[in-house]
């Protein structure tokens, strides 16, 4: 119990203070978003880009992994969607609540936990996992979403391809490709740039859960919270099911064959609570409220859940 809680203590902690700084008025909601913003646009897009670049390309490239994270994600998605759509979910509230089931917070949560427990390979994990997020179940959630409100001037293709390009924008995509480059092509790195990019990306673990407790402060908790509390238990377990199902499949039919570390983390990594930007995404559906309180659910959650899967797969 006590290596259990050397891991999940510190990550409860950070957030812990983060909730308190801003509970107590040190900062402010601004504040939480500016810290953010760093975090996304800054440290870990270095955090991803000297993780992969700094490997071997044929470490870095996990098939098996991807393949179970995928699969398992796709399922969940799956699910989510026919569970909501037999309870008579709307289709703004189910997009909403697939995309709460599927997308998890592996930068925010997820690194800072896979530091703690598999320090040697956490970088090499959320490059993983961000590259599945990020090429398909992101922008597949983000369809889901955009499908459900009424847009007469623009067709399906036209919207894919905006939310598409729309992730690719994003910086962290853009280092977790350059990093591949570099890789791919055994591009040597300058060391005084390692060392810039080591730097910003030691900066990533502590303040990203500091904002993620910070953020917790002030969320709007009117809405549905009968759907708000379905959610949080479809991230939290039907998620990492879906996964473990997933890896059973795959190797039994003699695919994704993977080592234990990669078991633990890919069901792990499943296991997370939502992205931080969850909230921000369902404003746009008016949602708001409902998505605060699923955050809110599977975040203080996840301290069971991740304390009792630590517990069987390390």
């Not at 880009?49 to 490239?61: G, K, L, Y």
């Not at 796709?74 to 909501?84: D, K, Q, Y």
């Not at 090499?124 to 001037?153: G, K, Q, T, W, Y």
Request: aromatic content about 8%.
């Amino acid at each position: 119990m006590g290596a259990i809680l050397s891991i999940t203590f510190p990550i409860y902690a950070a957030i812990g203070i983060g909730y308190l700084v801003v509970r107590k008025g040190w900062f402010v909601a601004s504040d939480m978003r500016v810290l953010g913003q760093y975090v996304l646009n800054l440290a870990l897009p270095a955090l991803l880009f000297n993780a992969v670049a700094s490997r071997d390309i044929t470490e870095v490239i996990r098939p098996g992994y991807m393949a179970v994270y995928a699969l398992g994600s796709l399922l969940t998605i799956a699910g989510a969607f026919l569970w909501f759509s037999v309870t008579r979910t709307d289709p703004p509230r189910r997009a909403v609540a697939v995309m709460g089931a599927a997308c998890p917070n592996s930068g925010f949560v997820g690194y800072p936990v896979m530091l703690l427990a598999f320090p040697d390979i956490a970088g090499v994990i959320l490059a993983l996992n961000f590259l599945v997020e990020n090429v398909l179940l992101i922008p597949l959630c983000l369809v889901l979403m955009d499908l459900s409100r009424p847009h007469p001037s623009l067709s399906v293709p036209r919207r894919v391809g905006r939310i598409l390009w729309n992730v690719a924008r994003r910086p962290m995509v853009i280092g977790l490709a350059l990093g591949f480059a570099v890789s791919a092509l055994d591009l040597p790195i300058p060391q005084p740039a390692t060392r810039l990019f080591q730097t910003l990306a030691a900066s990533a673990s502590a303040l990203s859960l500091i904002v993620i407790g910070g953020s917790l402060v002030g969320l709007p908790l009117r809405g549905n919270r009968a759907l708000a509390v379905q959610i949080a238990a479809a991230k939290l377990i039907a998620h990492p099911l879906f996964v473990m199902f997933a890896m059973a499949i795959l190797a039994a039919v003699g695919l994704a064959p993977l080592a234990s570390d990669l078991k633990a983390a890919v069901i792990l990594s499943a296991a997370m609570p939502m992205f931080g930007i969850y909230t921000v995404l369902a404003q746009e559906q008016g949602l708001e409220g409902m998505a605060s309180i699923a955050m809110l659910a599977a975040t203080t959650g996840a301290f069971v859940t991740l304390s009792v899967l630590l517990a069987l797969l390390t």
